[in-house]
């Protein structure tokens, strides 16, 4: 049997424990109690291995050492492992419905077979997902496009990095255009492997739960408008 005491300090605890909960609801309908770090849903248009091999330890090492990071490979593949762009929109679809954020590190020229990828993004954008992309390059013996004619320079409210290969210098091959939010310069180490864009997504993760991704395009926006730059620097969006 338990005393009148005991009872007591029973009812105590469960009353406190209640508004305990209580209160925590509360702060987690204002807004005050901040979500978990969102995943980056990772697409390539290279080789499965890729991506366990060089992709997933970059992020791992620049991401600061936050363990909450993560970066998973959505990428389509066929049986040879390589990139299956036929399979590519069902498997955007399959992204859930969380607040994400989806890193394309490729880009090419838009076309009829790609179009349905600004419907589809557009969609996850407005659903509160943030879409990241690389400027992107384009291939051996290929003409070089503005952005506005290439996949995600169409779309908008995509967040399009570029890379720097010297102090303000493009790769010769580089696509090239407004839309581009700014071109990321790694480190001496890093320069010439197409790594900046990846390099600007692994330190943003980190600080991406502390605002919407309309909060942040708008951010984004104002930082660039404000900077001296032709290029602003990566910490000064960071």
């Known amino acids: 049997m338990v005393s009148k005491g005991g009872r007591n300090m029973l009812c105590k605890y469960i009353l406190l424990g209640?508004?305990?909960?209580?209160?925590?609801?509360?702060?987690?309908?204002?807004?005050?109690?901040?979500?978990?770090?969102?995943?980056?849903?990772?697409?390539?248009?290279?080789?499965?291995?890729?991506?366990?091999?060089?992709?997933?330890?970059?992020?791992a090492k620049q991401s600061l050492d936050c363990k909450s990071c993560q970066i998973v490979d959505w990428t389509p593949y066929d049986e040879r492992g390589e990139f299956n762009f036929e399979l590519l929109k069902v498997q955007i679809e399959k992204i859930p419905e969380e607040n994400a954020i989806l890193f394309f590190d490729w880009n090419e020229k838009a076309d009829p077979k790609n179009e349905f990828l600004e419907e589809i993004l557009s969609q996850k954008i407005h659903k509160g997902m943030l879409v990241i992309a690389n400027a992107?390059?384009?291939?051996?013996?290929?003409?070089?496009?503005?952005?506005?004619?290439?996949?995600?320079?169409?779309?908008?409210?995509?967040?399009?990095?570029?890379?720097?290969?010297?102090r303000d210098?493009?790769?010769?091959?580089?696509?090239?255009?407004?839309?581009?939010?700014?071109?990321?310069?790694?480190?001496?180490?890093?320069?010439?492997?197409?790594?900046?864009?990846?390099?600007?997504?692994?330190?943003?993760?980190?600080?991406?739960?502390?605002?919407?991704?309309?909060?942040?395009?708008?951010?984004?926006?104002?930082?660039?408008?404000?900077?001296?730059?032709?290029?602003?620097?990566?910490?000064?969006f960071l």
């Open 169 to 236: 210098v493009l790769p010769a091959q580089g696509f090239y255009g407004p839309q581009m939010l700014t071109a990321v310069r790694p480190p001496k180490e890093l320069k010439g492997q197409g790594l900046g864009p990846l390099l600007f997504v692994s330190r943003f993760t980190n600080l991406s739960a502390k605002k919407t991704a309309s909060d942040w395009l708008a951010y984004f926006r104002e930082k660039k408008a404000k900077s001296r730059g032709v290029w602003p620097e990566m910490e000064e």
């Open 136 to 166: 992107g390059v384009a291939k051996p013996n290929s003409p070089i496009i503005p952005l506005n004619k290439s996949i995600f320079g169409r779309i908008q409210d995509v967040v399009i990095i570029g890379e720097l290969e010297g």
């Open 18 to 59: 209640f508004f305990a909960l209580l209160g925590g609801a509360r702060l987690f309908a204002k807004g005050a109690i901040p979500s978990l770090t969102p995943k980056v849903y990772y697409f390539s248009n290279q080789k499965n291995e890729i991506f366990e091999s060089r992709i997933k330890p970059f992020f």
